[in-house]
């Protein structure tokens, strides 16, 4: 907590990156936080509300600052020095409105406040910089040191301290005119050289009282200057090496809109990452407070870094207004994750074309693995060639990936996307020839690659029992292996002892035991299986039905993708 | 971790939060709107205008010419002050919505203001005033000087400001003279009683 709020304090979230074209003062605009008052000087009000959109700056060129004229240099309870000082004619903006005072200000957290923002021109001297009207409107008042301007909507808009006064009450003036040069006109005691800028405005429910005008001014100053391009914003939470990595970004520019995410792993230069991602998925906490729920990233931790060593992991917003990309709060994590159990069975990755056709990548889905571990995996079948995904005809959501003779639920979205699918290729099917296929185990949460001291690449899987072979009871189910299942393949034949099982395989969610190569009791009966909760298919009995199948499922797949 | 994600929304919400120091505000100071702009809105008050009998004949006839022109167009009824040396240097300045009365005399300027368009602002929850002014409450406050209060009336909400030329002169010392002037408002009518003159 404490970290946040140092950290937060240097944020100063809303940057603005605009130079001054043509001006010696090129700093880039910047603004404190609307409510963020110098430290001592009072409670602030944190109001975004823009109470006069569309208003113009009312002083005529940049650079202006506003900022306080008593706990700045200069001020009575100032660091010192000048009201001239350099200091005070630089960025950030600060926010005075509810600045200490007696007065009574039924908006101001404390109930007494500055009922204004204090603003400097560009130099303090006096009666040489315009102010002007912020809106088309009326003169409504001309006093000895006040000049107030009210617009068609009652707003009305108060300039203190003018010097050379250009209107009269009564008088119509368009946005932009003239009304007088910024001085320190206070009666017969000169105050500093600025303007005290006032909004009044009659709000419901509490009467015309003075209002927060300091985010109508950064608008309006935005409209000097040039749009303030204001940087992402997000969150990282901790890295957990089962359900991976999770956070959030926002552009403060796009505030209903997702944006892209980019994850940086063991370099410090975002350039240095593995692809952006959208970051779209619905995080339930933020849709109150921000307005918008779908900013969420959520990613399984790289295989490539479930090595038990270090690793860290830097997050960052990708700006829409091309700014440069912003790393959130929290970031970087650092994380040491170990290799996972190898449990199922071992599959063969086509090279090079099955790896690309299935979107693997190296990075994130692949682990380096000893020869001995490799050797204990048992041998399964080879993975299709490439990924088919259906969904039946009834508007079911359930998306299946078409195994051979299975069918094979993915679990969630997030598989959906840690297998790098694209929902667009999903196909619909009626549900009569999904249910010719046996119902497999579950796909898995997220690939998992393995490749030893050889150029083999394979996946490890669930082993899908009731294969290829007559009869037999296949599919033990549980959603965690806990044993290397043992085929009567050779681990390096590829022979895909998978075959094994029987027709009336159970529909097992993950292999739990042994199964004997092409025995038909293999183990895997409905009974056994450990919270499956799938749905027990009869399988095809024959080989040859399967191929049949097989065949008739790769026709429909084509056929429904040329519609 | 749950306590610092609370922390941090707030922090992009109202861009303040947790960023504070102990005088910035705290998160939950200000209701959080996602787009402040967009949720803006009006509400017209319906005048209550007061009968044409209570027009001050005597104010109204000191009005100059072109201060009694201008109250036919005023689409709210008109309070000015009573006292001798401001009547004769009224100004009527009216809009669609809102109408002012502006004076200066002696060192001082009057202005009295009347509107019957609110704004709503979804994160101002309703206040009540604490102060009376005339014969309501409402808010008196100081403004660099300048004394104003704001109340209720005619079914529209009225600001009366007082400006002393010298800040520090007795009239602007406190609210008293502010509330003084207030009590002694005077209405010389508006739009629905333009016959009145």
Redesign the interface.
């Known amino acids: 907590?404490k970290r946040?709020?140092a950290r937060?304090?240097g944020?100063t979230?809303?940057v603005a990156v605009v130079a001054f074209a043509g001006s010696a003062a090129a700093a880039p605009f910047s603004y404190d936080?609307?409510?963020?008052?110098i430290?001592?000087?009072?409670?602030?009000?944190?109001?975004?509300?823009?109470?006069a959109?569309g208003m113009r700056f009312p002083i005529e060129a940049a650079p202006a600052f506003a900022n306080s004229q008593v706990y700045k240099a200069g001020g009575g309870q100032g660091p010192g020095g000048s009201q001239c000082s350099t200091s005070n004619f630089s960025y950030p903006w600060q926010d005075n409105y509810c600045e200490t005072r007696s007065?009574?200000?039924?908006?101001c957290?404390s109930g007494t406040g500055h009922?204004?923002q204090d603003i400097r021109a560009a130099t303090c001297d006096k009666d040489v910089h315009w102010a002007v009207a912020t809106t088309d409107g009326?003169?409504?008042?001309?006093?000895?040191?006040?000049v107030?301007l009210?617009d068609?909507?009652?707003?009305?808009y108060?300039y203190?301290?003018m010097g050379s006064v250009q209107v009269t009450?009564?008088q119509t003036v368009t946005k932009g005119k003239r009304l007088g040069r910024v001085s320190n006109v206070?009666?017969?005691?000169p105050t500093t050289v600025h303007l005290?800028f006032?909004l009044?405005?009659?709000?419901?429910?509490?009467?015309?009282?003075?209002?927060p005008p300091y985010?109508s001014l950064i608008k309006a100053y935005e409209g000097l200057v040039g749009p303030v391009n204001k940087a992402p914003?997000g969150?990282l939470?901790?890295v957990d090496c089962a359900s991976g990595v999770r956070g959030f970004v926002?552009d403060?520019d796009a505030?209903?809109q997702s944006i892209e995410a980019r994850l940086v792993f063991d370099g410090a230069d975002p350039k240095a990452y593995d692809g952006d991602r959208l970051a779209d998925l619905m995080r339930d906490?933020?849709c109150e407070?921000?307005?918008?729920c779908n900013l969420g990233f959520e990613v399984p931790v790289p295989a490539s870094l479930l090595d038990g060593a270090p690793h860290e992991l830097r997050a960052f917003g990708l700006d829409t207004g091309g700014g440069p990309p912003a790393e959130v709060?929290?970031s970087p994590r650092s994380f040491t994750c170990g290799l996972p159990a190898l449990d199922g069975v071992r599959r063969l990755v086509g090279l090079p074309d099955g790896f690309s056709a299935w979107s693997f990548s190296a990075f994130w889905d692949q682990v380096s693995v000893g020869d001995a571990a490799l050797a204990a995996l048992p041998n399964g079948e080879a993975l299709p060639s490439k990924p088919a995904l259906v969904r039946s005809d009834t508007g079911s959501a359930d998306v299946w990936l078409i195994d051979g003779p299975w069918r094979r639920k993915l679990p969630s979205e997030a598989a959906l996307r840690a297998w790098h699918f694209d929902p667009s290729t999903v196909v619909e099917w009626a549900q009569s020839d999904l249910d010719a296929l046996a119902i497999g185990t579950p796909v898995r949460p997220r690939p998992l690659l393995v490749k030893a001291s050889g150029p083999e690449i394979y996946l490890v899987d669930d082993l899908q029992t009731g294969g290829t072979g007559a009869g037999g009871g296949g599919g033990a189910g549980g959603a965690t292996a806990t044993g290397a299942a043992t085929t009567s393949g050779t681990p390096s034949d590829g022979a895909g002892a998978a075959g094994a099982g029987g027709a009336d395989s159970g529909g097992g969610a993950r292999a739990t035991s042994t199964s004997a190569g092409g025995s038909s009791d293999a183990p895997g009966s409905s009974e056994s299986a450990e919270g499956c909760g799938c749905r027990l298919e009869p399988s095809p009995a024959s080989r040859g039905w399967r191929i049949v199948a097989a065949a008739a499922a790769a026709a429909w797949l084509v056929r429904r993708r040329k519609r | 971790m749950r306590s610092m994600a609370r922390c941090f929304i707030p922090l992009l919400v109202a861009a303040a939060g947790c960023a504070s120091s102990g005088d910035a505000p705290a998160p939950g100071d200000v209701t959080p709107s996602p787009a402040p702009a967009a949720l803006a809105r009006s509400t017209l008050a319906t005048v209550s205008w007061p009968a044409p009998e209570r027009v001050d004949r005597q104010a109204l006839g000191r009005l100059r010419p072109d201060a009694r022109a201008a109250l036919a167009l005023a689409p709210v009824p008109v309070l000015v002050p009573s006292a001798e040396a401001l009547l004769g240097s009224v100004v009527i300045v009216t809009d669609e919505h809102w109408a002012s009365a502006w004076a200066q005399a002696d060192g001082v300027t009057v202005t009295v203001s009347g509107t019957r368009l609110a704004h709503r602002v979804p994160s101002i929850a309703p206040i009540a005033g604490k102060d009376p002014v005339r014969a309501a409450r409402g808010f008196v406050t100081e403004n660099e000087g300048i004394w104003s209060a704001t109340w209720p009336e005619n079914g529209v909400v009225y600001t009366l400001d007082v400006e002393c030329a010298d800040p520090a002169e007795a009239r602007c010392a406190d609210r008293a003279w502010l509330l003084g002037l207030a009590s002694e408002l005077v209405y010389v009518g508006g739009a629905a009683t333009k016959e009145a003159p």
């Not at chain 1, 936080?33 to 008052?37: A, Y």
């Not at chain 1, 007065?103 to 908006?107: G, T, Y």
């Not at chain 1, 068609?152 to 009305?156: A, F, I, L, M």
């Not at chain 1, 429910?205 to 003075?210: D, K, S």
């Open positions: 907590m946040l709020i937060g304090t944020l979230l809303l936080p609307p409510g963020q008052l430290a001592g000087s009072g409670k602030g009000r944190a109001d975004l509300f823009v109470y959109p007065w009574d200000m039924p908006l957290p009922q204004g009326k003169i409504t008042n001309v006093g000895s040191y006040s107030y009210t068609s909507g009652g707003t009305r108060d203190l301290h009450v009564g206070f009666g017969g005691t005290h006032n009044r405005q009659n709000v419901s429910g509490v009467g015309n009282v003075y209002v985010m914003v969150l939470d901790p926002r403060p505030l209903a906490e933020l407070p921000l307005g918008y709060e929290d």
